[in-house]
């Protein structure tokens, strides 16, 4: 059985050190947050804010306390609000502990793409370029291959990078891998995934 | 003789977009929906100005904020960090109605803070072997690579805050602050939108957020849309 959603995130929240800062990106990485014990990190979204809290209840919604994903939240005690040119201050100055993000592609030497499909709809950059270089350490939390079935741990990154050489783990639905340069070290395999499976939905060798 | 800060509480919107010119930059606060001077952005469609570049971290979203800016056709530039489900934005780069340059959003915060310090450009690490990375100076400083990156000026920022007193001390509401402080530093002429309106001293000078040095114009807008994006909540314990 491969890790569900659930899983995945309860995996990435067992990588969040006491006290930690942590950057949660939008989409999957942000469910992450519901896994941590109260008081256990600091959230930091990046549109200025330190010590998000969870969604507001019915009724306390505020349109202008948001996180970076454009979603009301609230802010807990011993948290600060800030701006934009502060809060990138943190991340590229190196005090942001921690980014966990989706990716397209990540390869072997911890490339990163996330941004843009070849051909595709732009979306932006946001904040991922300077989350990915600018933090301590990077997790990326992804589906194991595409929609289509294609892979997304690779050895190059044929899709715009947003970083080089910046990923330290990846959590997909088969397991938790770690770009060595010349393969993914398997961390470990999800329940009942195979190697055997695990390599053929992988573009570059498993070590 | 008056002097750029004398007198700049002004009694209407129309009053404050006066000076604005066809083909100026106009850099406007927010982060989404959030933080947006909402009667500002309408205003600057009534003044009817038009081949205006924006800079903006999204330029609207929803058809709503700045997207009534490309609705109106008055755009021929847009400078953002992202664009994600602004269809008023995808239809008009994909037209070439509007011209997009795409920049990470610190760096697009950093662009404005530089041009506010009076630090014409900057070495960063963000987009380093990217698409950012072309036509740009490239260094290695201890044996790291940066990126050249020059400041961002602006004829014109128009930002929101929460409470403004006569000088233009002004205050953000929660993460409203966003690239409000760092747009106002960057402009020739910074025009603040007040929830709120108060005397000099009613705000310590210790819990001002940014000083009325920034800001050359204060208008008074106390009823606001403060439209939601994405209205997320938990349901409440019985």
Redesign the interface.
Known sequence: MPYSTEAMARRAAREIPQGAIVNLGIGLPTQVADYLPEGHAWLH?????LGTG?????????????NA?????T?LPGGS?????T???M??GGHVDLAIMGAMQVSTGG?LANWAVPGG??????????LA??CRRLIVMMQHVTKKGEHKLVRACDY?????RVVSLVITELGVFEPTGHGFKIIELAPGVTREAAEAATGAPLV | MRGRHDQKVVASVAEALAPLEDGMTIMVGG?????NPEALIKGVVERGVRDLTLVS?NAG?LGKGLAQWLRAGILKKVI?????TNEDL?TR?ASGEVKVE?????????R??AAGAGIPAFY?????????EQGKEVREIDGRRYLLERALHADVALVRAHTADRFGNLR???????????MASAAKLAIAECDHLVDNGAIDPDDV?LPGIFIHKVVHVPEHE???????????PT
């Open positions: 979204s990046e549109n200025g804010l969870p969604f507001p209840y019915e009724g306390d919604e505020d349109p202008n306390l948001i994903g454009k979603q009301t939240v802010v609000t800030f701006d934009s040119a809060s990138f201050a991340i590229r490339d709809k732009v979306m932006g950059i946001g904040g991922a370029m300077d270089s600018g715009p990078l947003t970083a080089a | 982060f989404g929906l959030s933080g971290n979203n953002c960090s992202y664009i994600g995808h780069m795409i920049t990470p959003q610190g760096t697009l915060a950093e404005m803070r960063t690490p963000t987009g380093v072997g990217t698409v950012v953000f509401w929660r993460t409203a602050r966003n690239f409000n402080p760092a957020h403060n439209a939601f994006e994405f209205r997320t909540v938990r349901k409440r």
